[in-house]
């Protein structure tokens, strides 16, 4: 079983109730981070997971929501990592992501030296293991396996979307991204697609041209719902939800999704869980 925590479903804009965008995948008792997103510790938090306790961060790409905190996860887990020499966080994304991770560690390079000159046992700057790639197999350990593809969220680029297998289940994290068939060629029979989903029919509309453009590289509910559907996926999951999904509206936003796929369709708030078994 591979378990799904929703811990941040919002976007760039700030809102008091959706952290920014993050997902929890819990497979094998390893624990993968995908996106870090404003607040995401403190949704990780909540259940029980603390920056020490992270596997691996995965990136999808390195627009400001998805990497907002990516300094607090670096310092976090440094400072609160008490066994001597700790391994390195591996930090898997796209090209880019390395001098990102440098330069985040750069920013906070005061902070760092704070700490190494009051804490005896902290002598060594936060430890990262960065992986960068687009496409192909990526991670190979206990039983869990990830391998990646680009996905389509042009002019930001390259970024990929995740595939995640453990025990014959599988998930994959398309991240933001219109339909294409990299992205359906990576969800193709998984258990579970976790997406991004944005209501053109309201942002369409907005007489804000730099909202309306946010369209043009993003999948709507529909979309994201036919892209479940090629892959003949067994559930979708949609999150990152733009305009910020309401309370009592969810069943229009499910109507939307069920009208392009047939299986079971998952959202909801922050900290929503979905366990994902494998099909026989
Ligand atoms: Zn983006
Ligand atoms: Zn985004």
Same mark, same amino acid.
């Given at each position: 079983?591979?378990?799904?925590?929703?811990?941040g479903t919002g976007s760039p804009v700030p809102d008091?109730?959706r952290a920014g965008p993050a997902?929890?995948?819990?497979?094998?008792?390893?624990?993968?981070?995908v996106d870090c997103g404003r607040g995401v510790?403190?949704?990780?938090?909540?259940?029980?997971?603390?920056?020490?306790?992270?596997?691996?961060l995965?990136l999808t790409h390195l627009h400001s929501d998805h990497i907002g905190d990516l300094g607090d996860l670096l310092?976090?887990?440094?400072?609160?990592?008490?066994?001597?020499?700790?391994?390195?966080?591996?930090i898997?994304g796209p090209?880019g992501t390395?001098e990102t991770v440098?330069a985040t560690?750069?920013a906070f390079?005061?902070?760092?030296?704070?700490?190494?000159?009051?804490?005896?046992?902290?002598?060594?700057?936060?430890?990262?293991?960065?992986?960068?790639?687009?496409?192909?197999?990526?991670?190979?350990?206990?039983?869990?396996?990830?391998?990646?593809?680009?996905?389509?969220h042009?002019p930001v680029a390259?970024t990929? &979307?995740? $595939? @995640? %297998?453990? !025990?014959?289940?599988?998930?994959?994290?398309?991240g933001d991204?219109? /339909?294409?068939?990299?992205?359906?060629?990576?969800?193709?029979?998984?258990?579970?697609?976790?997406?991004t989903?944005?209501?053109?029919?309201?942002?369409?509309?907005?007489?804000?041209?730099r909202l309306?453009d946010i369209?043009?590289y993003h999948?709507?509910?529909?979309?994201?719902?036919?892209?479940?559907?090629?892959?003949?996926?067994?559930?979708?999951?949609?999150?990152h939800?733009v305009?910020?999904?309401?309370?009592?509206?969810?069943?229009?936003?499910?109507?939307?999704?069920?009208?392009?796929? &047939?299986? $079971? @369709? %998952?959202? !909801?708030?922050?900290?929503?869980?979905?366990?994902?078994?494998?099909? /026989?």
């Amino acid at each position: 079983m591979i378990e799904i925590t929703l811990l941040g479903t919002g976007s760039p804009v700030p809102d008091p109730n959706r952290a920014g965008p993050a997902t929890l995948v819990r497979a094998g008792g390893q624990v993968l981070l995908v996106d870090c997103g404003r607040g995401v510790l403190q949704r990780a938090a909540a259940v029980g997971v603390g920056a020490a306790g992270l596997s691996a961060l995965l990136l999808t790409h390195l627009h400001s929501d998805h990497i907002g905190d990516l300094g607090d996860l670096l310092i976090t887990r440094w400072i609160s990592t008490f066994a001597p020499d700790p391994a390195p966080l591996p930090i898997i994304g796209p090209p880019g992501t390395a001098e990102t991770v440098e330069a985040t560690l750069q920013a906070f390079r005061h902070d760092i030296g704070y700490r190494i000159a009051h804490h005896a046992d902290l002598d060594v700057p936060p430890a990262v293991q960065v992986h960068e790639h687009t496409d192909g197999p990526v991670w190979d350990r206990d039983g869990v396996s990830i391998r990646v593809a680009p996905t389509d969220h042009r002019p930001v680029a390259p970024t990929i &979307g995740f $595939r @995640i %297998e453990y !025990g014959g289940a599988s998930v994959v994290l398309a991240g933001d991204t219109v /339909p294409c068939a990299t992205l359906d060629g990576l969800a193709a029979g998984a258990d579970a697609l976790v997406h991004t989903v944005i209501r053109k029919d309201i942002v369409a509309n907005i007489a804000q041209q730099r909202l309306q453009d946010i369209c043009d590289y993003h999948s709507s509910v529909q979309e994201a719902a036919a892209t479940a559907a090629r892959a003949g996926v067994g559930t979708l999951v949609m999150t990152h939800y733009v305009p910020a999904l309401v309370p009592g509206q969810e069943e229009q936003w499910r109507a939307l999704a069920a009208g392009e796929f &047939g299986g $079971r @369709i %998952e959202l !909801g708030d922050d900290l929503h869980r979905v366990e994902v078994n494998g099909r /026989p």
